[in-house]
């Protein structure tokens, strides 16, 4: 156990029945399916439903983000962001340590997730613009960019200088960016390992003890990665720019400050397709789901609201993959719900994501999406009574987490 699991453990015995309870009482008051709708936002990448599984939406619901198949995308993004804008607008086992510049008498602090005690509270760059109403800064900062952009951009350079670290996604992009083989042939590596440099060095520069990178977010999302590869040369192409990052001297376990998070849709650890994702476990220190209360809203016209889903039905599996697979620490890397008539569906969903990670230790990071796509609006703004929940969720003892050392 890191040492967040083991500060929180007995936090965990002593609420996993009343956070259980808790959620059964907010599921009957919301009128909750049984089932997840799924998302993802890359912001605005998502995926569909998971039909047939357990506690999945019925056959035919989408998902935020999501077409009624598991290929669908979140806002009816079709690739990425075009080149320079990269998300302006828009814990397990400590494992191996090693030597980071200035760091305590020499070493990583933090194992795999990089964290302390508690969970990081973050969000997307919008929700950012909620710091003042949620009465402190957000922790972690979700941003987007493509292989060939420069980071960090203005934006993210002004978000680290503040004291917030970053979750990164560098992509590539169907029909304009290279292929997972051509990643895998080494083809791209000037361009991405420039990249992972200037990652390192804004870590340094802000003084961030650790700071978070993805390969391609939300691989498993077929339809928005078409014509990049199979499953298997996406994992040769995060092999080799994973130790691209290790030839350099720039992973968290050589003194470095990148810490590895795949990230794929919820839909994925609920039909058991991330396995085919898995790069290993020398090669991912957190595993990370995004997910989504949608509503039906990629469905318009369908005639009124899809009842709610909660947080467990969305990321209970990719919590149950990370046990699997060594205690891996995990992330929510996008979560989020959209306005229902009734305003009390989006705070007791909020509710309900508080009484989730709380009862479960391996959770190191919660960031919620604070976006509007095409159809689907998961904006807490729109909401007092929401922004009041979100502010109470960021000031709970357990998610003052902060990066270890």
């Given amino acids: 156990m890191h040492v967040g699991e083991l500060a929180r453990a007995g936090a965990h015995r002593r609420r996993a029945s009343l956070a259980v309870l808790a959620g059964l009482v907010l599921l009957a008051g919301a009128g909750c399916s049984t089932g997840p709708v799924w998302m993802g936002a890359d912001s605005g990448i998502g995926v569909s439903p998971a039909p047939g599984s357990p506690g999945a939406a019925s056959p035919g619901a989408a998902g935020p983000g999501g077409t009624t198949a598991p290929a669908g995308g979140h806002g009816g993004k079709t690739g990425g962001r075009p080149p320079g804008s990269t998300g302006d607008s828009g814990t397990g086992p400590g494992g191996s340590s090693g030597n980071i510049p200035g760091g305590p008498s020499g070493r990583t602090p933090g194992g795999p997730s990089g964290t ?45 200088s503040q004291g917030s670290t970053i979750l990164v996604s560098f992509d590539t992009y169907p029909r304009h960016g290279p292929s997972y083989a051509s990643i895998a042939a080494g083809r791209e590596d000037g361009t991405i390992r420039a990249f992972l440099d200037s990652v390192e060095q804004a870590a340094v520069k802000y003084r961030l003890r650790a700071i978070y990178v993805t390969f391609e977010h939300e691989a498993n999302n077929e339809s928005l990665h078409a014509g990049l590869g199979s499953p298997a040369e996406f994992i040769r192409a995060w092999d080799h720019v994973h130790q691209l990052a290790v030839g350099a001297r720039l992973d968290w376990t050589q003194g470095g400050r990148l810490h590895w998070v795949l990230i794929l849709t919820h839909w994925g650890y609920i039909n058991k397709s991330a396995s085919s994702y898995w790069p290993g476990a020398g090669e991912v220190d957190i595993i990370a789901a995004d997910g989504y209360n949608t509503g039906g809203c990629r469905r318009p016209g369908h005639g009124g609201q899809d009842l709610p889903v909660s947080p467990a039905s969305l990321f209970s599996d990719v919590v149950s993959f990370a046990v699997a697979h060594g205690r891996t620490p995990v992330f929510i890397a996008e979560w989020g719900s959209v306005a229902y008539p009734s305003p009390g569906v989006q705070v007791n969903f909020i509710r309900q994501m508080q009484a989730f990670v709380d009862a479960n230790p391996l959770i190191a990071a919660a960031l919620y999406w604070d976006s509007e796509v095409p159809h689907c609006n998961y904006e807490i703004n729109n909401s007092s009574s929401s922004l009041a929940a979100l ?7 357990d998610m003052q987490g902060q990066l270890a050392g």
């Fill in 116 to 160: 302390g005690r508690a969970v990081l509270f973050g969000g997307d760059v919008p929700l950012t613009k909620e710091e003042p109403q949620l009465g402190r800064r957000l922790a972690i900062v979700r941003v987007y960019d493509l292989i060939g952009q420069h980071f960090p951009n203005r934006r993210e350079a002004t978000l680290m």
């Fill in 391 to 397: 502010a109470s969720m960021a000031h709970a003892p």
